[in-house]
């Protein structure tokens, strides 16, 4: 089945500083991957939708300029979080839609990223 | 707007005894519908998918799920629980245009000897 990777698994950073993660397709090209935030013990909440070589379309309420989102191949996205603070500190996990499958639809998940701010 | 709904935040049964999560849509078109299952720290894995297909849906794990358009209930079962079920579960619904995830809540499903 189609595999999704986040690295790092969990990231500890201090306020203030920006921090990468990375979100890869291994055996299939996404044209479109997904963000979300998950806070303890709650839901996933759509950050923004990221389409290979075009701008993210980031969902209502989502600081665009403090989580900058990059497709820029069809097998990795990056989420930015700049200028982290504490309450940027929460799990974050990212998924693929694979469009050369029968269900071009369905969406893939990555293992997640635990990011701390201190 | 589409939204998906759990009832139940937290479920707990005995192992050995059926496993009942609900799930309830509101769509204006027919959806496509899924139960994901999250292990702490980790990402989620896709259990089932309701495709308009069958009703009756079979995933991995012993899970099953029947959609019920009069009801607009997906609920998820499994006939007897395991320890190792103990996890948090999500309904999710594609929106139209079969871009975006609604998802529920959640139902944490706990499983006691």
């Known amino acids: 089945g189609a595999v999704v990777s986040q690295h790092p698994s969990w990231v500890i950073c201090k306020s203030g500083t920006s921090v990468k993660i990375e979100c890869r397709s291994l055996?299939?090209?996404?044209?479109?991957m997904f963000w979300y935030r998950q806070f303890p013990k709650q839901s996933l909440m759509l950050m923004a939708t990221s389409n290979e070589g075009s701008k993210a379309t980031y969902e209502q309420g989502v600081e665009k300029d403090k989580f900058l989102i990059n497709h820029a191949s069809l097998t990795l996205s990056t989420l930015t979080v700049t200028s982290a603070h504490p309450e940027d500190s929460s799990f974050y996990i990212c998924?693929?839609?694979?469009?050369?499958?029968?269900?071009?639809?369905?969406?893939?998940f990555g293992p997640g990223t635990r990011l701390t701010v201190t | 707007a589409q939204s998906v709904t759990q009832l139940g935040s937290h479920v707990s049964v005995s192992e050995g005894a059926l496993v009942l999560l609900r799930c309830n849509y509101s769509s204006s078109v027919p959806p496509y519908l899924f139960w994901y299952v999250q292990y702490p720290n980790q990402g989620l894995q896709l259990l089932l998918k309701?495709?308009?297909?069958?009703?009756l849906v079979k995933g991995i794990n012993g899970f099953e799920a029947e959609f019920k358009k009069s009801e607009t209930s997906f609920h998820l079962t499994k006939p007897s629980a395991h320890m190792s079920d103990a996890a948090e579960y999500f309904c999710?619904?594609?929106?139209?245009?079969?871009?975006?995830?609604?998802f529920g809540a959640g139902t944490r499903l706990a499983v006691h000897p």
């Open positions: 999710a619904s594609l929106s139209g245009g079969y871009n975006k995830l609604i």
């Open positions: 055996d299939f090209q996404a044209t479109t």
């Open positions: 998924s693929a839609r694979d469009p050369s499958g029968g269900l071009s639809y369905e969406q893939y």
């Open positions: 309701y495709t308009s297909a069958a009703t």
